[in-house]
T-cell receptor, first 114, second 110 residues
Framework: GAGVSQSPSNKVTEKGKDVELRCDPI?????LYWYRQRLGQGLEFLIY????????KSGLPSDRFSAERTGESVSTLTIQRTQQEDSAVYLC????????????FGPGTRLTVL | QKEVEQDPGPLSVPEGAIVSLNCTYS??????FMWYRQYSRKGPELLMY????GNKEDGRFTAQVDKSSKYISLFIRDSQPSDSATYLC??????????FGTGTRLQVTL
């Protein structure tokens, strides 16, 4: 595709439910990132995938958060037992080494936990 | 203390004004610096990228980096209403995960 796509664009869920957010990176991009953007705050790094290497999970805020990536394509971010503080926009980005610092972002998924 | 500090604004300027947006940082390992523009309910869009101290110009935009002072700036000349957005500075040392400022909301008025 032309850019990074994410689905759903909006997700409203009840506290305690699990949610899955999907990211389709730019074709050929081997690096994929998830960030969280809370209202009025900057982007917060969550997790980074690069090819077949072990992902960098250092930004995941709790064990309720997990992410998977199928090969070098689609990634899914899963939040279990959602809490109200999980409400945020979840952004996915992809890049192509060696220019891993040039990251292209998707439109994000706006998650609201009631 | 946050690794990257950025004035959240909002900043309101008239059309045609020169805009100055700034970030300071504390981590001397940061070597690559970026500015992103984010329109409401959209993902961030890369505007400028630089990795050395000094100025880099692209059209109406100039990015400035001063590593000795740990200070970066983005200047917008002849600002337009279409420049109204949130501007995020970002930086990295390892060329992987980015550390972002909180963003400055800019409003350019007619």
């Amino acid at each position: 595709g032309a850019g990074v796509s994410q689905s759903p664009s909006n997700k409203v869920t009840e506290k305690g439910k699990d949610v899955e957010l999907r990211c389709d990176p730019i074709s050929g991009h081997t690096a994929l990132y998830w960030y969280r953007q809370r209202l009025g705050q900057g982007l917060e790094f969550l997790i980074y995938f690069q090819g077949n290497s072990a992902p960098d999970k250092s930004g995941l805020p709790s064990d309720r958060f997990s992410a998977e990536r199928t090969g070098e394509s689609v990634s899914t971010l899963t939040i279990q037992r959602t809490q109200q503080e999980d409400s945020a926009v979840y952004l996915c980005a992809s890049s192509q080494p060696p220019s891993t610092d040039t990251q292209y972002f998707g439109p994000g998924t706006r998650l609201t936990v009631l | 203390q946050k690794e990257v500090e950025q004035d959240p604004g909002p900043l309101s300027v008239p059309e045609g004004a020169i805009v100055s947006l700034n970030c300071t940082y504390s981590n001397s390992a940061f070597q690559y610096f970026m500015w992103y523009r984010q329109y409401s309910r959209k993902g961030p869009e890369l505007l400028m990228y630089t990795y050395s101290s000094g100025n880099k110009e692209d059209g109406r935009f100039t990015a400035q980096v001063d590593k000795s002072s740990k200070y970066i700036s983005l200047f917008i000349r002849d600002s337009q209403p279409s420049d109204s957005a949130t501007y995020l500075c970002a930086m990295t040392g390892t060329a992987s995960k980015l550390t972002f400022g909180t963003g400055t909301r800019l409003q350019v008025t007619l």
